[in-house]
Nanobody, 123 residues
Framework: QVQLVDSGGGSVQAGGTLRLSCTAS????????LGWFRQAPGKEREGVAV????????FYADSVKDRFIISRDRAKNTVYLQMNSLKPEDSAMYYC????????????????WGQGTRVTVSS
């Protein structure tokens, strides 16, 4: 079982930046992907960014492409989400997740989740 601890959320003004971190422990090498998801009040959880662990390739949702960057530090067992040019519509609870094996873009493909970190972007 993989344990994930995510952090780095906060409140910023539109156009600002934040970097989220997710530190993993446990049986991490069984995971195919590490992903970041977000969920705003009243909305479904949506995939934001994914890193495919074997290939090192990445995927971004259209809404964050060219603004967010997902990266991984193998030595620290940590995955990051650098969020630039933040918009009010980026406000949500952000969760990191480990698992995957299909597209790695859908929540049900992940078995381990962080506790979430809140991002609030004001206009």
């Amino acid at each position: 079982q993989v344990q994930l601890v995510d952090s780095g959320g906060g409140s910023v003004q539109a156009g600002g930046t934040l970097r989220l971190s997710c530190t993993a422990s446990g049986y991490t090498f069984s995971s195919a992907c590490l992903g970041w998801f977000r969920q705003a009040p009243g909305k479904e959880r949506e995939g934001v960014a994914v890193i495919y662990l074997s290939a090192g390739s990445t995927f971004y949702a259209d809404s964050v492409k060219d603004r967010f960057i997902i990266s991984r530090d193998r030595a620290k067992n940590t995955v990051y989400l650098q969020m630039n040019s933040l918009k009010p519509e980026d406000s949500a609870m952000y969760y990191c997740a480990a698992g995957g094996g299909g597209t790695c873009r859908l929540p049900y493909e992940y078995g381990s989740w962080g506790q979430g970190t809140r991002v609030t972007v004001s206009s």
